[in-house]
């Protein structure tokens, strides 16, 4: 009877760890980005993996922009164009004087993943940026 006990305190105590050490994930993080003619500020973010992202793009500029994360392991190709979508994981675009708010859920996979604006021109221009995922 005791050894049941116990193992049942175990099996709770393991649970409980795993929840809490699952909880950091679930809460939302909000991030926001102001893109002009050509930079983003800021240009870095980090995240846990799994964690729902509420982002605001906000385009100061005179032109459309977008924040195109890529995929793991995938960056831009120069010219940024059509081949480059298949490698797209998330992306949000903003016309100018527009602020755009959107969520994603951040990869499961821990890394530093690009970030650019696809619009032609606008990545060799200077618009890239990083998403560190813890």
Known sequence: ?????????????????????????????????????????????EVMAGQTVNFTLENQGTQEHEWVLFKAGEMVSMPFDADDEEKIFWEIEAQPGETKTESFVAPDKPGTYDVTCGIAGHAEAGMKGTLVVK
């Open 1 to 45: 009877m005791r050894k049941t006990v116990a193992v049942y305190v175990c099996l709770a105590l393991v649970i409980s760890l795993a929840l809490v050490g699952c909880s950091g994930a679930s809460k939302p993080v909000d991030l926001a980005v102001k893109a002009a003619d050509f930079s983003f500020e800021p240009t870095s973010f």
